[in-house]
């Protein structure tokens, strides 16, 4: 079924219909989209405040700290997560508010002037019809007007032949003028049917071949505007699809994430945050001079304030030497990849000059001396720190119930023995 055969006479209906629906492009739809693209927009924002309210200060250039609990490392990369699902809405918004409205735009424009066109071609014919009834109905009132001259001229003659009165030329006058008239008349009436001929061809013409035509053209835009529509609303929904798949990954990657949580290990982290090495000392003792208090007392302050300052020497030291095998195993990497570049070069002296790579190669050589030179001498340290709070230890388990920790009983007898 097409607009041509069964709306032949609705043409301003379908005009409207057609005007309607190309408003609609930028009108209801291009406005929803890009309302929805502000919702994306408007929710990303608060992903990304919400990220950066929460982002722990000294993190937000994505690095963890060291000594960075799981816990709390599982929450930094959450929200890291977080501002890629962010980045995902964000898109969207893009789409939604630039690139589908520039489009439904575009798309807009040419459907006006094409319905445009098709509007000012059937004006154009309804004219030209319109013209040529026009021309028919005057062409109808002359010839009714000639032929009722004719008519009147013809029933003067008929008078004249019968009234004795008149002489012969004067009859023959009106005779003359009678036969003026049939003639114009017959004249008249021949342009007359040829008009009526014209006009129903030119109303054939349009009813069955223009007009029909135009009408089928409005609904090819119509169809194509709706196809478009339809494309759009499919293209919004796989945009979706394709943020919703970068979202599930993100999803199972804060999943995988959140399972790596060790609690344990955290609390781990926790004695060696605050370990000091003090071994626990309990006094046990009964009766003791003033003098054995103060010693003693004194000695457990210098030994606690001397093993928490090497424990932290220790901890410093650790920290210290696997930065500088970090460095080292760099270092080491980069010897051997400009070793392999002097060797190619060398091979093959069409590629340059090696000596720049020698020269990089000796300060390479020259670092990595120099950290593992610092390294020797951070080990050797560290060595001697745990020498001395191995010692400690030692002290502190063997030496300090020693000294007196004593206790007197009577034996039977009365006599003082001692523990």
């Keep these: 079924m097409s607009w041509g055969v069964e709306l032949w006479d609705c043409v301003e209906e379908v005009l409207g219909q057609v005007t309607s629906d190309t408003e609609d492009v930028c009108g209801v739809y291009g406005k929803f989209i890009k309302e929805r693209g502000e919702v994306e927009r408007e929710y990303a924002k608060n992903l990304r405040k919400l990220c950066g309210k929460y982002l722990p200060r000294g993190e937000k250039s994505g690095r963890g700290q060291q000594g960075e609990m799981s ?3 599982a929450f930094r990369l959450l929200l890291t997560e977080l501002g890629y699902q962010a980045g995902q809405h964000e898109q969207l918004s893009e789409i939604y508010t630039k690139t589908i409205p520039q489009d439904l735009k575009t798309k807009a424009k040419e459907d006006s002037k094409l319905a445009e066109k098709y509007k000012k071609e059937i004006k154009h014919l309804q004219q030209s019809v319109d013209q040529a009834q026009k021309s028919l109905e005057k062409s109808s009132l002359k010839y009714k007007k000639i032929q009722q001259d004719w008519v009147v001229a013809e029933e003067t003659l008929q008078k004249g032949e019968s009234d004795c009165s008149l002489s012969r030329r004067e009859v023959e006058k009106l005779r003359s003028i009678s036969c003026e008239k049939q003639k114009q008349c017959e004249e008249s009436k021949s342009l007359h049917a040829r008009q009526m001929t014209t006009v129903k061809e030119r109303k054939e013409e349009y009813l069955q071949t223009s007009l ?25 929904v796989r945009a979706e699809q394709e943020a919703d798949k970068v979202i599930q990954g993100c999803h199972k990657e804060m999943e995988r994430i959140a399972e790596e949580v060790r609690p344990e290990e955290d609390a781990q982290m926790v004695i060696e945050k605050f370990k000091t090495g003090n071994m626990p000392f309990t006094e046990v003792t009964e009766a003791k001079t003033n003098t054995i208090k103060r010693s003693k007392s004194s000695m457990k302050i210098s030994n606690d304030i001397e093993s928490q300052t090497l424990y932290q020497q220790k901890r410093q030291l650790q920290t210290k030497v696997e930065s500088l095998e970090v460095e080292i195993s760099k270092g080491q990497k980069e ?15 069409q590629f340059g000059d090696v000596t720049k790579f020698k020269a990089e190669l000796d300060r390479a050589t020259l670092k990595v001396q120099l950290h593992e030179s610092d390294l020797y001498a951070l080990n050797k340290e560290l060595s001697g720190v745990n020498t001395r709070l191995e010692g400690m230890r030692r002290s502190s388990s063997f030496s300090h119930p020693a000294i007196g920790v004593m206790r007197r009983d009577r034996s039977p007898e009365g006599s003082v023995a001692s523990c």
Excluded: D
């Design 71 to 73: 816990k709390e490392r």
């Design 212 to 236: 029909p035509a135009a009408l089928n053209g409005l609904q090819g835009l119509s169809v194509g505007s709706g196809q478009y529509m339809k494309e759009v609303w499919l293209r919004c």
């Design 335 to 349: 010897m051997s990849g400009l070793q392999l570049m002097i060797q190619s070069y060398t091979s093959n002296p």
